[in-house]
């Protein structure tokens, strides 16, 4: 077990496990917490995860862990691990099972208080419209190179049928397609799962939320992202459905032997891995990135319906329904980037798993117009409180490798939350609030109570406060669908 004591502060809101605490460690391992935070993060295994990620061959200056950290599969979800790709490695656990599990923000013209008063005729409506729920398939049916182009193009191949715009794709990280995806390292069973899944919200913590945005805190990045005082936006959260799933399973299955085979010495076989520059390596990231370019597509597509039944419930109530899209952010991901280690810029292969990335102002990867003040950071909270828009700094480049938290983090795990939270009593709490709320099951609504989340507004103040994301603005829920 690892106690406080083994650690020390490095600065306020800044913990570190030292190189020096266990042998096998290459690096020390950071966490990022207040007081509370950290307590809650040692009432599981997430920080022994996270020094067992400081072994991994090829690990660089540190490995971390964002506040709304919570115990994984292998590492800790909240997790960042940055390695050569020279002589580093990658690992299907440390991106996670959904991969690219993401989240976008449409904003509008519309004032929340023009259609708070049907907001049940909303979420009624979008409970019908958006297909959602565990195996639930859509209406989009792709023949086998269709699968492929998803998987090789992602949202570009979803604008190109009509589902969006250009200006989607120019707001989605990545332009919504990841360079190196390559179709046949999806194995067909995977691709059989995801054929009929795409434009399909899913289950678990997957949403999609009408709300309000409650306050700004700054203006000038708040007027760059659209943003007001009083307006309403729509949330998207899902990610790559059974495709993804697959993707991992059949990696984190195959990758057994590529440990054995590179003689790679790992302390939790959970963190199954292959060198990065292997074929084993290659055909992994060749896989994720294109289960990432289908999730991409999946929210494109997801969005176009919100569009299509929102026009249609508020033709007669507002008359400009144009929803914008802000921005689009992955969460389960490890891409190739840039940064300088030892004083010289080095090639590094970043896994963020439950992490948002978080560039600050002059990056060339942003869109032209959000250039100057930094990149939208995204933080969905849970359907009772509140989620935020932060915007990424020149500081989050040198302290966590360009990267942010991505949402509040679990305090109790699903099979908890069914024990000790009625969904008919949650849904009836939220209903006294303001919030209408409508899911496939009522259980399905207590694993996503807010009990079973960490507070959202203490992980954003240490993001804020340690400078590696600013807050732009605060959103409250008025209506929320759940898988």
């Not at 020094?51 to 960042?80: R, S």
Request: overall charge negative.
């Amino acid at each position: 077990m690892i106690n406080k004591k083994d650690m020390k502060r490095v600065e306020e809101y800044v913990y570190e496990i030292p190189k020096s605490f266990r042998a096998d460690m290459r690096v020390p391992a950071r966490l990022y917490a207040d007081e509370e935070l950290l307590e809650a993060a040692l009432e599981d295994r997430s920080v022994e995860q996270l020094v067992n990620t400081a072994t991994l061959p090829g690990v660089v200056k540190y490995t971390l862990a964002m506040p709304d950290i919570h115990q994984g599969y292998g590492p800790p979800i909240g997790g960042v691990i940055p390695l050569r790709t020279s002589d580093g490695i990658i690992s299907p656990g440390a991106v996670g099972y959904d991969i690219n599990c993401g989240v976008r923000l449409l904003r509008s013209n519309i004032l929340a208080e023009e259609v708070k008063p049907i907001m049940d005729d909303i979420v009624n409506a979008l409970f019908r419209g958006v297909p959602s729920g565990v195996g639930r398939s859509g209406d989009v049916r792709l023949s086998h190179q269709q699968m492929d182009d998803v998987l090789e193009k992602g949202s570009a191949w979803a604008v190109s049928q009509g589902y969006g715009t250009k200006d989607d794709l120019e707001h989605t990280e990545e332009r919504g397609g990841m360079a190196g995806a390559e179709a046949r390292a999806v194995d067909p069973k995977a691709k059989k799962r995801g054929r009929d899944q795409l434009g399909t919200l899913g289950s678990g913590n997957h949403f999609v939320e009408v709300a309000e945005v409650e306050e700004v805190y700054d203006p000038e990045v708040a007027e760059a992202f659209g943003l007001f005082v009083g307006q309403m936006v729509v949330w998207v959260h899902s990610g790559s459905r059974g495709l993804g799933h697959q993707v991992c399973t059949d990696y984190v299955r195959d990758l057994q032997q590529a440990v054995t085979r590179y003689g790679i010495k790992l302390p939790d076989r959970e963190l199954v891995c292959a060198p990065f520059d292997s074929p084993e390596g290659r055909n992994y990231f060749a896989a994720m990135a294109s289960a990432a370019n289908y999730a991409w597509a999946n929210r494109q597509i997801l969005s176009h319906r919100v569009r299509q039944i929102l026009d249609d419930v508020l033709a007669g109530v507002v008359k400009d329904r144009e929803l914008t899209l802000v921005y689009d952010v992955a969460h389960n991901i490890a891409k190739v980037e840039e940064y300088p280690i030892d004083g010289k810029i080095t090639r590094l292969i970043i896994h963020r798993k439950g992490a948002t990335r978080a560039f600050g102002p002059g990056m060339k990867d942003l869109p032209a117009d959000y250039r100057e003040v930094g990149q939208p950071v995204l933080i969905p909270g849970d359907m009772g409180t509140a989620s935020y828009v932060l915007v990424g700094t020149t500081e989050a480049i040198e302290k966590t490798f360009g990267t942010s938290c991505h949402g509040a983090g679990r305090v109790m795990s699903r099979s908890a939350a069914k024990k000790e939270i009625r969904g008919q009593e949650l849904r009836r709490e939220l209903a006294e609030k303001g919030i209408v709320v409508q899911g496939g099951s009522m259980a399905g609504l207590a694993e996503e109570a807010p009990e079973a989340y960490k507070d959202i507004d203490r992980v954003v103040n240490v993001v804020h406060s340690t400078g590696i994301a600013r807050k732009v603005a605060r959103v409250v829920p008025m209506g929320v669908i759940k898988g």
